[in-house]
């Protein structure tokens, strides 16, 4: 019997760890990536696995649902994770990356993989043949020929939100006198640089923010902007204190003197050599002149050299609940399966959760068997087969990884945080027995066969 053709299309995170996912199982596979032929309105380079919107992969506190899904992934064997942790530059809590390192050293990993072929061409249809398979994970900018196919294989358009990406400025210019170190709570090393408004500054900044020029964007609705990238001159229009609530939120982030901020802008370093410094939160639509005049009322950044300014961009992605499968097929065409956040999940975490989840499941269906069902005390199962089918709202909306999404506990627990951890311990437990049943072929055949995913009929 020949083996099967998987041609995976985008060379992001979710397509870059499902193609080594299914190498790992001995299957070989096609890995296309149009860029640099053609590219996208937000990256800046040809790179596999280059970082978009931030540096950062967010928090590893295993009290956190970030942190959480990165413990599954790891007992899941992925791939992408190491490889972010050995390009790590210093970011409190979180998990943040040197982006070009990061990009380098995926390609490298792809590269050294005998079984995964990366051919650089836009694929604008999905051409069907005996024996071939697809993977999807052509993410939020997928091209225009190719969500038209998407589209007339489903039958209905595909669904879209707005994302905004944040500037970037170089350390050495900024005035680092009047910047101060610490990281939030005092949460590992004090690696984030940040500058404190009094009341007075901040509220000229402000209103300098609301007044500034926007870039317009096609179609652009309000209401389709998603919850965790809203622009800042967004957030600062909702209310006169909404900053100090949100992105420049001074709780926990003292003065060296003891006293607490009116508001805090928050920087955070983006490559190994901690030449580059990211705006925590700071994704804009402004006009880019604008950008620089109101960002450099900013207390340290009167002569900020910006290498890389902010913009807003559309995110394609599939009505999931209506149009895929549990095991990530197309509905009508269950050779064409799609992973990462054209599925509707948003992060960069999430989006190689993704790859993982389609990945195992395309490799038990060429297997002939199918997998037992994720559990929803898990993070991945709760989001990746509990959110993404569950059909009771009309429209999907993008989601992150959250605690919310988890069931309660069968005893409770007092404590936010302690609350937090009995969640953490029982879906690490029970992904342990989820593991088994993948492991004992048989049994995972007989629990597939006894229990229904949601949404199927």
Not at 154 to 174: C, E, K, N, Y
Not at 296 to 323: K, T
Not at 396 to 417: I, S, Y
Request: proline letters at 7%.
């Amino acid at each position: 019997m020949a083996a099967p053709e998987i041609r995976i299309v985008g060379g992001g995170l979710a397509g870059c760890e499902a193609a080594l996912q299914l190498a790992r199982r001995g299957r070989s596979s096609t890995l296309y990536e149009m860029r640099p032929t053609v590219p996208t309105p937000a990256h800046r380079s040809g790179c596999l696995a280059e970082l978009v919107c931030s540096n950062s992969l967010k928090s590893a506190d295993p009290a956190t649902a970030s942190g959480l899904l990165k413990e599954e992934l790891d007992r899941l064997g992925c791939e992408l994770l190491p490889i972010a942790r050995a390009c790590a530059v210093p970011a409190g809590a979180a998990l943040a990356v040197d982006r070009e390192r990061f990009a380098a050293a995926v390609e490298a990993r792809i590269a050294a993989e005998p079984l995964i072929t990366v051919r650089r061409e836009e694929v604008g249809r999905l051409e069907a043949a005996p024996g071939r398979w697809w993977i999807l994970a052509s993410g939020p900018l997928t091209s225009p020929a190719l969500q038209d196919q998407i589209g007339a294989l489903t039958g209905q358009g595909g669904l879209h939100f707005f994302d905004a990406i944040a500037p970037t400025v170089t350390r050495d210019s900024l005035d680092l006198g009047r910047l101060y170190r610490a990281s939030r709570y005092a949460k590992g090393e004090a690696d984030y640089l940040n500058a404190a408004l009094d009341e007075g500054e901040y509220r000229a900044f402000r209103e300098a923010l609301v007044a500034a020029e926007r870039i317009p964007v096609k179609d652009f609705d309000r209401a389709d902007l998603f919850e965790g990238c809203q622009p800042i001159e967004e957030i600062a229009e909702s209310g006169p204190q909404s900053l100090c609530f949100g992105p420049l939120r001074p709780v926990g982030l003292n003065l060296p003197d003891g006293r607490r901020a009116h508001a805090v802008v928050q920087l955070r370093q983006e490559n190994a050599a901690g030449t580059l410094w990211g705006l925590v939160g700071f994704q804009t639509r402004l006009r880019w002149g604008d950008q620089e005049r109101v960002f450099r009322m900013i207390p340290g950044l009167e002569r900020a050299e910006f290498v890389r300014l902010g913009q807003m961009h559309r995110n394609f992605y599939v009505d999931s609940p209506r149009v895929l499968r549990p095991d990530f097929a197309l509905r009508a065409e269950p050779a064409v399966r799609l992973a990462g956040q054209i599925t509707g999940v948003e992060g960069y975490v999430e989006s190689i959760a993704g790859g993982l989840v389609t990945a195992w499941h395309l490799d038990a269906a060429l297997a002939g068997r199918r997998l037992p069902p994720w559990p929803y005390t898990t993070i991945i199962g709760a989001l990746h087969h509990g959110f993404l089918f569950d059909d009771t709202a009309p429209r999907l909306a993008p989601m992150n990884a959250n605690f919310g999404l988890l069931p309660e506990l069968d005893q409770p627990v007092k404590g936010k945080r302690e609350r937090k951890l009995a969640q953490r311990e029982r879906a690490l437990a029970d992904l342990e027995f989820f593991l088994r049943l993948v492991a004992e072929d048989a049994g995972a055949v007989s629990a597939a066969a006894e229990t229904e995913y949601p949404g199927e009929e």
